[in-house]
């Protein structure tokens, strides 16, 4: 066996030509840069959707409770409203009727 003195200063000639140089450090800054380089994520998604980064309302979550209501009241409300048109509408009918029969009254006086 050969012995091999790296840390140790011996005082003796013949060890201390049996003693290795001084190591250099090995330059790991290629070797950073390279995985620095593999670990950035590559871009997904190229164009960003801003309404999927935008928080949420705060009261997002009850419109979704309510909206099931809300159709429902809201094909009550179109019935009503198209119940009273033809309300108006009958009563225009018979305005125009009653309109027209006082019409054919004065006629039939003046004959």
């Given at each position: 066996r050969e012995i091999k003195l790296r840390n140790?200063?011996?005082?003796?000639?013949?060890l201390k030509k049996r003693k290795l140089p001084p190591g250099k450090p090995a330059s790991v800054e290629d070797t950073v840069k390279e995985q620095l380089e593999a670990a950035k994520?590559?871009?997904?998604?190229?164009e960003v959707d801003l309404a999927n980064l935008a928080p949420r309302k705060p009261d997002w979550d009850l419109k979704r409770d309510v909206s099931k209501?809300?159709?429902?009241?809201?094909?009550r409300t179109q019935r009503a409203i198209a119940e009273l048109i033809r309300e108006r509408l009958r009563g225009q009918e018979?305005?125009?009727?009653?309109?027209?029969g006082s019409a054919r009254q004065e006629g039939s006086d003046s004959d």
């Amino acid at each position: 066996r050969e012995i091999k003195l790296r840390n140790y200063e011996p005082e003796d000639e013949e060890l201390k030509k049996r003693k290795l140089p001084p190591g250099k450090p090995a330059s790991v800054e290629d070797t950073v840069k390279e995985q620095l380089e593999a670990a950035k994520p590559e871009p997904i998604i190229d164009e960003v959707d801003l309404a999927n980064l935008a928080p949420r309302k705060p009261d997002w979550d009850l419109k979704r409770d309510v909206s099931k209501k809300l159709e429902k009241l809201e094909k009550r409300t179109q019935r009503a409203i198209a119940e009273l048109i033809r309300e108006r509408l009958r009563g225009q009918e018979e305005e125009l009727a009653s309109a027209v029969g006082s019409a054919r009254q004065e006629g039939s006086d003046s004959d």
